[in-house]
């Protein structure tokens, strides 16, 4: 029964994503909808990650899509911190809708399912896991921020004369707070990537594909963060750079799960 | 007790027929309890736009009408209008809303509206009228964005620089040229929290005089490339030929964003600036765009405002209709609490059981009365309420006591 509680967190992040579209367009009562959608949808998916993690034998999120599951659950945490208040309305249009685009693809990878079987018992591997997960969600909300900036920036530009009919966070705001994300993510994949290299070196085994495009994703994190607060880089310039280190992320979350998780 | 609102204002008389009966905070007191004399209300609200006598009393209008008359002649009593009851409370509604402001939603009208209840002399019926319209104004506004976008180009300027910086707190703005405009734009920023650096304009004294009234550095206008380096937004107003700002003059931000507002004509910053990275150049025609199409959002969330303020009218409608059965309550009330006492006078009772009787007729007449009460006060906002009246006056013989 319990995984039931699915459908109506979908329903309000699928409620909340077009909630923030409809607030795009006229802007006020949406945006409240929505903002409830998020935090509806968010409290079904925990109850539904609580009733996974009585029921599993081992680390319930262990397969691919289980992983995803809770890395949707993650990035709406990451999300809620802030992404609640009213100038982040439109952040909320980049996330909502990718993340009940990703939260289907977990349940079609049966990844909300109960009672799953893990062979990931060991805290090595769950820090493993929680830590890259925590990670790419932080990226992905410095994405959807990069995302955000790019837009703003280039209605400032245009001169786009209805800017100011929807509330949004301003260009330095989002800019700084990108940076803070990801200079707070980094060290969270570093630590998982630390993590997953010592069980690699106990149990033995190879450098994989998808392990080889992590270490890429934490070059290019890393380059962004040297550039940005050695080289003083910022703006238009380093939310090109978030978005094309977040098209890695998205290669490791969705291209290459079966070489490493098989 | 009917309410009335005599009244004038930019909707039909013209700022020199306005101007005749504008009133100042003493002379709206004065006339109110002038006004107000003999047990009546009245509030003046008087702004630049309006002057508007709220009067309660049954012979009331003629009184105000005659007060408008006095003050501004023929003419001013020719373009008045006249509300009674309902109509005159939603106009008080939508005013306090800002709904009948030149610019939909404007905030200086609600703190005008609370000034002149202050200021006036209320009773119980303008008391309620104007709390409730205080309270419609602000529900417009916190339910609606009506009053969130600028409503000017100077204001606009300054929320334009708020989407690239958000607090303008120590953001450092240089002005080019010493006129009113760019000063008045430059102020908004101000108000903000920006403050000011320099004024560079191609007079030395004119400059310098700006300069010093704002708390700036003048500087002369060859310096404006130097003086870039350092700012933050840079405000243009001058009426020189050419432009007085291209790409190169702007150098060395490393990154940190200039926002530009030209409001000059012909233009004094060449607009290729806003094609550098991090330079976001405005001139007026941009300004003027966003502030009509925020406008027309005003306008939008408008007819939002004018739902909201409806049903608080028609909240405020029901209250002043179950005031019509308030008489007929008391005395229906008055007349069984009468029976009551004078049955049990007759009755010889020790003390402990007159009191022990007492308790229990009083429950039993409460009991009684009180769905005939709740339904005269739903009749009365069903605006049944004189038939009710009557037929509870004529069931019980209350006649008499009208």
């Known amino acids: 029964m319990a995984e039931l509680l699915f459908w109506p967190a979908l329903l309000a992040y699928g409620e909340a994503a077009f909630a923030y579209f409809r607030e795009a367009r006229a802007p006020g009562r949406p945006g409240r909808l929505a903002t409830w959608g998020v935090r509806i949808g968010w409290l079904a998916q925990t109850a539904l990650l609580i009733a996974q993690a009585s029921r599993a034998n081992g680390f319930p999120w262990s397969t691919w899509a289980g992983s995803l599951n809770l890395f949707v659950w993650l990035v709406v945490t990451t999300y809620l911190i802030w992404g609640c208040r009213a100038r982040y ?13 990703l939260f289907v693809v977990a349940r079609l990878g049966g990844g909300t399912q109960l009672g799953t079987r893990s062979h990931y018992s060991s805290v ?28 703003q920036e280039r209605r400032l530009k245009r001169h786009d004369a209805g800017i100011l009919r929807l509330p949004a966070p301003a260009l330095e705001t989002l800019d700084g707070l990108g940076g803070r994300t990801i200079a707070i993510s980094l060290p969270a994949l570093t630590l998982g990537m630390i993590v997953g290299i010592v069980r690699l070196e106990e149990k033995g085994g190879g450098l994989d594909a998808l392990m080889a ?50 | 007790m009917r309410l009335f609102l005599v009244g004038i204002s930019h909707r039909h008389a013209p700022v020199e027929v306005r101007e005749r009966v504008v009133l100042d905070a003493k002379q709206s007191t004065a006339l109110a309890r002038e006004l107000a004399e003999g047990g009546g209300e009245c509030v003046c609200l008087s702004t630049c736009n309006r002057t508007e006598l709220y009067i309660v009393g049954d012979d009331a209008e003629g009184r105000a009408l005659e007060a408008l008359r006095s003050l501004g002649g023929e003419e001013v009593a020719a373009l008045s209008y006249r509300l009674a009851d309902q109509a005159a409370a939603l106009h008080l509604f939508r005013v306090a809303a800002g709904l009948d402001s030149l610019v939909p939603g404007e905030g200086e009208i609600l703190g005008q509206v609370r000034a002149a209840y202050e200021a006036g002399a209320p009773g119980s019926l303008l008391n309620r009228l104007f709390h409730d319209a205080l309270h419609a104004g602000k529900k417009a506004r916190a339910q609606t964005t009506i009053a969130e976008s600028p ?24 002005i080019v040229g010493a006129g009113k405009v760019g000063e008045l734009v430059a102020r ?33 206008i060859e310096r404006l490339a130097d003086e870039l380096v350092s700012a933050d937004v840079a405000v243009a107003c001058t009426s020189a030929p050419g432009f007085l700002i291209g790409p190169d003059d702007v150098r060395e931000r490393k990154g940190r964003p200039l926002f530009l507002i030209d409001l000059a004509v012909p233009r004094d910053i060449d607009p290729a600036v ?31 405002a004018e739902a909201i303020v409806a049903g608080e009218a028609e909240r405020f409608r029901a209250w002043q209709a179950s005031l019509e059965v308030v008489p007929t309550i008391a005395s229906l009330r008055a007349r069984a609490e009468a029976i009551r006492s004078a049955e049990l006078s007759k009755a010889k009772l020790s003390d402990r059981e007159r009191a022990a009787v007492e308790s229990i007729t009083s429950q039993i007449v409460n009991k009684l009365l009180h769905l005939p009460t709740v339904r005269m006060k739903e009749a009365a906002a069903a605006s049944d309420a004189v038939l009710y009246a009557d037929a509870v006056r004529h069931l019980f013989g209350l006649e008499d006591e009208r």
């Open chain 2, 274 to 304: 806003n094609e550098i990275d991090g330079c976001y150049l405005y001139d007026i025609d941009d300004l003027e765009a966003v502030v009509e199409a925020t406008l027309s959002g005003r306008r939008r969330e408008a007819e939002r």
């Open chain 1, 124 to 151: 090595f591997l769950v820090l493993h896991v929680g830590l890259v997960l925590t990670a790419f969600a932080g990226f992905t909300l410095a994405a959807a921020l990069a995302a955000v900036y790019l837009f």
């Open chain 2, 188 to 220: 908004g920023l101000a108000a903000r929290g920006a403050e000011f650096v320099a004024v560079a304009n191609r007079t030395d004294e004119r400059g310098r005089e700006l300069a010093s009234r704002i708390g700036a550095t003048a500087v002369p």
């Open chain 2, 151 to 174: 409503a000017s180009v100077s204001s606009a300027g300054a929320a334009l620089a708020q989407q690239v910086f958000g607090d303008l707190s120590g953001r450092r703005v240089l």
């Open chain 1, 213 to 262: 495009v992590t270490l890429a994703t934490w070059l290019a994190y890393g380059s962004y963060l040297a550039l940005r607060y050695a080289y003083g880089w910022q703006g238009r310039r380093t939310a090109y750079l978030a978005l094309a280190a977040f098209a890695l992320v998205i290669v490791v979350r969705l291209a290459l799960p079966a070489t490493h998780f098989a």
């Open chain 1, 89 to 101: 309305r439109l952040l909320g249009l980049v996330v909502t809708p990718l993340v009940a685009a």
